[in-house]
């Protein structure tokens, strides 16, 4: 009986996903007919006590095709992004600054706990927890931090500099089972006391504002029913619901956030990177397959972690599933690219994922084809800017005079690049007879076509090139 139930449930969850997974295709068929496309800039400002929330147009077409959205929280030090939800899974690239975060999930044990000892006759003799809540995590510049969908968390800047976070949100997820809109929850303060701002670029509409300008889910319900269910008293219930807060949903800690966390060490952080290098699949069957337990960080800048390095041209770093199990569940990954001055990332191909391609440093010439051979892009990217790759579009970046940086998120927690260049390529694959027939080009050409490049993924490039580059996309 327990191995047919098992059987069965395990039968009715491929098929629950394959149904969303029909449904994330037939929602977006009609949303890509995408004859252009744009670096997207954020269109919506939203003001908070410490911080400010930057969106982008999830309305555009691009975002729609690709069925995700992409938000930029700024905290000043001493901010905290209040505790909220989304009926999304989330990665947070952390761009700058540091600090920590929680994550809260029901059930998850309270394993960070301190002790208060108390005089005599002050609720008796002994000792009592003081506080004790579920682990927090450090984050640092170049982490790369996974949220599940429905999980609440919260996150706040230890440092003396702005932290910049920013989010992916994947609408089009098997995880979300409303509409393609990406909602936050808060579950303190009062986010509509933010003030807005319009970009330049026209607006979102007010759907996607209201994630930030909506009051918690407590102010919705009954002040009694509430103050009941925590058995606290009709003030406290009222604070709970948080009408006269005025502070927005980031909000100043004058004093600091003091919770219980482990010291950072950063040796330590160094020693756990150094035994991750090389660990790749899931681990045994333990306690890190649990949720609660799950490792949610991982650095990509750290240039010890590339994948791929010339040392002539920059580097190519990869979290997906294999080096983070979590990313499984969510069905994300993620990558960090560099390029050095003037040089080239092969022609390639997403053959799973939409990738959205966010720009941390330098400019670049950025050209994308679609299935009819036509540049749906051709144009230079700077830093803050974004630009959405459909699966299998083809797409070639060149850094400009100076060194050029990006983080790419995928739609996939194992996103497959197919290179058009390069010692493993399509092309590197083919017979030589085949290349000379295909393209009506001799042998000798079609072995120059093929060998000619011993890179793998990233290409140093002449000045010639770099020069036609240059005027070419003036």
Same mark, same amino acid.
């Given at each position: 009986?327990?191995?047919?139930? &098992?059987?069965?449930?395990?039968?009715?969850?491929?098929?629950?996903?394959?149904?969303?997974?029909?449904?994330?295709?037939?929602?977006?068929?009609?949303?890509?007919?995408?004859?252009?496309?744009?670096?997207?800039?954020?269109?919506?400002?939203?003001?908070?006590?410490?911080? $400010?929330?930057?969106?982008?147009?999830?309305?555009?077409?691009?975002?729609?095709?690709?069925?995700?959205?992409?938000?930029?929280?700024?905290?000043?030090?001493?901010?905290?992004?209040? %505790?909220?939800?989304?009926?999304?899974?989330?990665?947070?690239?952390?761009?700058?600054?540091?600090?920590?975060?929680?994550?809260?999930?029901?059930?998850?044990?309270? #394993?960070?706990?301190?002790?208060?000892?108390?005089?005599?006759?002050?609720?008796?003799?002994?000792?009592?927890?003081?506080?004790?809540? +579920? *682990?927090?995590?450090?984050?640092?510049?170049?982490?790369?931090?996974?949220? %599940?969908?429905?999980?609440?968390?919260?996150?706040?800047?230890?440092?003396?500099?702005?932290?910049?976070?920013?989010?992916?949100?994947?609408?089009?997820?098997?995880?979300?089972?409303?509409?393609?809109?990406?909602?936050?929850?808060?579950?303190?303060?009062?986010?509509?006391?933010?003030?807005?701002?319009?970009?330049?670029?026209?607006?979102?509409?007010?759907? =996607? *504002?209201?994630?930030?300008?909506?009051?918690?889910?407590?102010?919705?319900?009954?002040?009694?029913?509430?103050?009941?269910?925590?058995? $606290?008293?009709?003030? #406290?219930?009222?604070?709970?619901?948080?009408?006269?807060?005025?502070?927005?949903?980031?909000?100043?800690?004058? +004093?600091?956030?003091?919770?219980?966390?482990?010291?950072?060490?950063?040796?330590?952080?160094?020693?756990?990177?150094?035994?991750?290098?090389?660990?790749?699949?899931?681990?045994?069957?333990?306690?890190?397959?649990?949720?609660?337990?799950?490792?949610?960080?991982?650095?990509?800048?750290?240039?010890?972690?590339?994948?791929?390095?010339? !040392?002539?041209?920059?580097?190519?770093?990869?979290?997906?599933?294999? #080096? &983070? !199990?979590?990313?499984?569940? &969510?069905?994300?990954?993620?990558?960090?690219?560099?390029?050095?001055?003037?040089?080239?990332?092969? !022609?390639?191909?997403?053959?799973?994922?939409?990738?959205?391609?966010?720009?941390? *440093?330098?400019?670049?010439?950025?050209?994308?084809?679609?299935?009819?051979?036509?540049?749906?892009?051709?144009?230079? $990217?700077? =830093?803050?800017?974004?630009?959405?790759? %459909?699966?299998?579009?083809?797409?070639?970046?060149?850094?400009?005079?100076?060194?050029?940086?990006?983080?790419?998120?995928?739609?996939?927690?194992?996103?497959?690049?197919?290179? &058009?260049?390069?010692?493993?390529?399509?092309?590197?694959?083919?017979?030589?007879?085949?290349?000379?027939?295909?393209?009506?080009?001799?042998?000798?050409?079609?072995?120059?076509? *093929?060998?000619?490049?011993?890179?793998?993924?990233?290409?140093?490039?002449?000045?010639?090139?770099?020069?036609?580059?240059?005027?070419?996309?003036?």
């Amino acid at each position: 009986m327990g191995s047919s139930w &098992l059987c069965f449930s395990l039968s009715f969850l491929l098929v629950l996903h394959g149904t969303f997974a029909q449904q994330r295709y037939q929602q977006q068929q009609g949303q890509c007919q995408l004859n252009r496309l744009n670096p997207q800039e954020p269109t919506v400002r939203i003001q908070a006590e410490a911080g $400010v929330t930057e969106l982008w147009d999830k309305n555009n077409q691009q975002f729609q095709c690709a069925g995700v959205s992409l938000v930029r929280h700024v905290i000043q030090s001493r901010g905290m992004l209040l %505790p909220s939800y989304l009926n999304t899974p989330l990665l947070a690239y952390v761009e700058q600054g540091r600090g920590f975060f929680g994550i809260m999930n029901s059930g998850c044990p309270e #394993t960070f706990q301190s002790s208060q000892q108390f005089q005599q006759g002050e609720r008796g003799a002994g000792s009592r927890f003081q506080d004790r809540h +579920q *682990k927090i995590g450090q984050f640092k510049q170049g982490d790369i931090i996974a949220f %599940p969908a429905g999980a609440a968390h919260w996150a706040y800047n230890e440092g003396n500099e702005e932290l910049v976070l920013v989010c992916f949100e994947d609408s089009g997820n098997s995880a979300n089972q409303l509409d393609q809109n990406s909602r936050r929850f808060f579950i303190a303060g009062n986010p509509q006391q933010g003030e807005q701002q319009q970009g330049q670029q026209g607006g979102a509409r007010s759907f =996607q *504002k209201e994630q930030f300008q909506s009051g918690n889910v407590f102010r919705g319900f009954e002040l009694e029913l509430l103050a009941e269910a925590f058995g $606290v008293s009709k003030e #406290t219930a009222r604070k709970l619901q948080g009408e006269e807060d005025q502070r927005g949903h980031i909000v100043n800690i004058d +004093q600091g956030l003091r919770v219980v966390r482990p010291p950072f060490s950063q040796e330590q952080e160094e020693r756990e990177e150094r035994q991750e290098q090389g660990q790749y699949g899931p681990r045994a069957n333990g306690i890190e397959e649990t949720i609660c337990s799950a490792k949610l960080r991982q650095n990509i800048d750290n240039p010890a972690r590339a994948d791929v390095y010339n !040392p002539q041209a920059g580097r190519f770093t990869t979290v997906n599933s294999l #080096t &983070l !199990p979590i990313l499984s569940f &969510l069905r994300l990954s993620a990558a960090r690219g560099v390029l050095y001055r003037n040089s080239i990332m092969a !022609p390639h191909w997403w053959t799973n994922a939409h990738s959205v391609i966010y720009v941390t *440093k330098g400019e670049a010439r950025i050209q994308i084809v679609d299935h009819r051979g036509q540049a749906v892009l051709d144009d230079r $990217v700077r =830093q803050g800017q974004v630009v959405i790759v %459909p699966q299998n579009f083809a797409v070639v970046k060149q850094a400009e005079n100076e060194i050029f940086e990006w983080v790419v998120f995928n739609t996939n927690d194992n996103a497959m690049i197919n290179t &058009l260049s390069g010692r493993t390529s399509a092309i590197r694959g083919l017979p030589v007879d085949v290349i000379a027939n295909s393209y009506q080009i001799t042998r000798e050409e079609a072995r120059r076509l *093929k060998f000619n490049r011993e890179e793998t993924l990233l290409f140093s490039c002449s000045e010639k090139s770099s020069q036609y580059g240059r005027v070419a996309a003036s």
